[in-house]
C-alpha cells in the first residue's frame, strides 16, 4: 500500500500552492506525500496522465516504452501530458526526448520522488531541455497561517498530516510514512543491501539532524563502515528526505567549519524517524526542530519566488555560529533561530560576528510574542518572521 493509499484527501480546494505553472516541459520532483499529483491535476487540467506507480502501467511501460510514445502521438501537442513517479521507467525519459526533438510536443510534466535510479541508469535528462522544480511540503504562505506553529514543529507539514482530524492520525500517519518509505522506496527499490543496517543508520542520522555531521563519528554510532555511511546519506538526498546545508566561507583569512550539516525535508517525518513519538528526544530537539522549519520556508521561498543567491550556516572552530546565512553578490543576511520564549542578548553573539568587517542584514527569530529591534537585529517570532520572509522583506532587500 503507498502512502497516498494511507489517509486519502481531496486537497484540491484546500490549499493554494505558490508554484507556478511551467509554461513548458519540466520534471516536478519533491518527496511522497507533498501533493505533486494533486497538483498537476488541479493545475494543469485535461493532461493525459501516466501513472507508474500502478503496476500494469509500470510494467508495460518498463518493457514496452514505445508504446508511450504512440499514445502521446495520438494527443494534441497543447495537451499537457504527466507522467508520475517517472523513476520507475527511466526509459520513457528517451521518448520523451524524441518526441520533443523530433514530433514538436513540449507540453511534458515529468514527477518524481527521487532521482537515484534516474542518475544510477545514466538517464537522458532531456539535455537541459525540461525545467527543474521541485514541491515542498506545505508553508505557512500557502496555509494561511491557520496551522499553530506548535503543530508544524510536532506534525509538520506534509498534507495528509496538516489535514488530519486530529494529532492520533497525525502521528500514525508520520509513523507509517517512514515505514512505507522504507518498505517501498527503499526494499522494494532496491536501494539498499542490508535493510536493516539501513533502519539502524536512519535513526542515528535523525537524532544527529542538523548538527554538524561527521560522518565517521555517525558511521560508529551506526555500526557500520564510514563509506557505508557516506552511501546511504547519498540515498536520503536522492530520495528527497533530506539534502545538505554547506558551510558558508565568506573570506580565507578566517578560520571556519567546512563541514555540512544535514537537514530532513519535514520535521513531522524527522521526528517520526527519529522515534520521538515512542520516547523522549533529547532536551534540544525542539530547537533541531525549528531550524528544520524555518529551513524549509525558506528554501520553498527561495525556489517558488525564484530567489536568486546561495544558503549555508556560518561556524568557527571557537564555537561562534550563525544558524543561515543567505548570500547573494554584496548582500548578506545572518538568520539565527532560538527556540525560547524570552529574549536575551546573548542570542545576538554569532550574528555580531558576522558583522564583524562586513553589512549583513540580521534576524533572530524566537518563539517568544514580542517584535523587537536590538543594535540593528530585527527580533521576530516565528510566525511573524516567516510572513515577512514570504513577503520578501527577509531575503529580498
Request: charged share 20%; aromatic share 10%.
Amino acid at each position: 500500500m503507498y502512502i497516498a493509499a494511507i489517509f486519502t484527501v481531496n486537497l484540491a480546494s484546500m490549499f493554494a500552492r505558490d508554484l507556478q505553472t511551467p509554461r513548458t516541459a519540466a520534471f516536478l520532483f519533491g518527496p511522497r506525500g507533498t501533493g505533486k499529483s494533486t497538483w498537476a491535476r488541479e493545475t494543469l487540467g485535461n493532461a493525459w496522465f501516466v501513472n507508474l506507480l500502478q503496476a500494469e502501467e509500470m510494467l508495460l511501460y518498463q518493457s514496452q516504452p514505445t508504446q508511450f510514445r504512440a499514445r502521446v502521438l495520438a494527443l494534441p501537442k497543447d495537451r499537457w501530458i504527466v507522467v508520475d513517479e517517472v523513476q520507475r521507467a527511466p526509459g520513457l525519459l528517451d521518448e520523451v526526448h524524441y518526441l520533443m526533438e523530433e514530433k514538436g510536443y513540449r507540453r511534458f510534466l515529468l514527477t518524481g520522488s527521487s532521482a537515484r535510479k534516474l542518475k544510477r541508469g545514466a538517464a537522458n535528462l532531456l539535455a537541459g531541455r525540461a525545467l527543474l522544480k521541485h514541491l515542498f511540503p506545505l508553508t505557512t504562505h500557502e496555509l494561511g497561517s491557520t496551522i499553530p506553529v506548535p503543530q508544524l514543529l510536532r506534525y509538520g507539514a506534509l498534507p495528509t498530516s496538516v489535514t488530519a482530524e486530529d494529532d492520533e492520525l497525525r502521528e500514525a500517519y508520520l509513523r507509517a510514512y517512514v515505514t512505507v518509505y522504507l518498505s517501498e522506496e527503499i526494499r522494494a527499490e532496491g536501494l539498499v543491501r542490508n535493510l536493516g543496517t539501513f533502519t539502524r543508520f536512519l535513526e542515528v542520522a535523525a537524532l544527529a539532524a542538523g548538527q554538524v555531521t561527521n560522518v565517521s563519528g555517525l558511521a560508529r554510532d551506526a555500526s557500520i563502515s564510514r563509506e557505508t555511511a557516506r552511501g546511504y546519506f547519498e540515498v536520503l538526498v536522492d530520495t528527497l528526505v533530506g539534502s545538505w546545508l554547506p558551510a558558508w566561507r565568506p573570506r580565507a583569512k578566517v578560520k571556519e567549519v567546512a563541514l555540512p550539516k544535514f537537514y530532513w525535508f519535514d520535521p513531522g517525518v524527522l521526528r517520526a524517524a527519529a522515534g520521538g513519538f515512542d520516547s523522549p528526544l533529547p532536551a534540544d530537539f525542539e530547537g533541531i526542530m525549528l531550524e528544520h522549519l524555518v529551513l524549509h520556508e525558506i528554501r520553498a521561498h527561495m525556489h517558488y519566488a525564484n530567489v536568486k543567491g546561495t544558503l549555508g550556516y556560518w561556524a568557527t572552530p571557537s564555537g561562534t555560529e550563525v544558524d543561515f546565512v543567505y548570500s547573494q553578490g554584496a548582500r548578506t543576511v545572518g538568520i539565527e533561530v532560538k527556540h525560547s520564549r524570552n529574549w536575551k542578548n546573548s542570542f545576538r553573539k554569532g550574528l555580531q560576528s558576522l558583522c564583524e568587517g562586513r553589512k549583513a542584514q540580521t534576524w533572530v527569530v524566537y518563539r517568544g510574542e514580542e517584535e523587537m529591534v536590538v543594535d540593528g537585529t530585527r527580533v521576530m517570532p516565528v510566525a511573524s518572521f516567516l510572513r515577512r520572509l514570504h513577503a520578501g522583506e527577509v531575503l529580498g532587500g
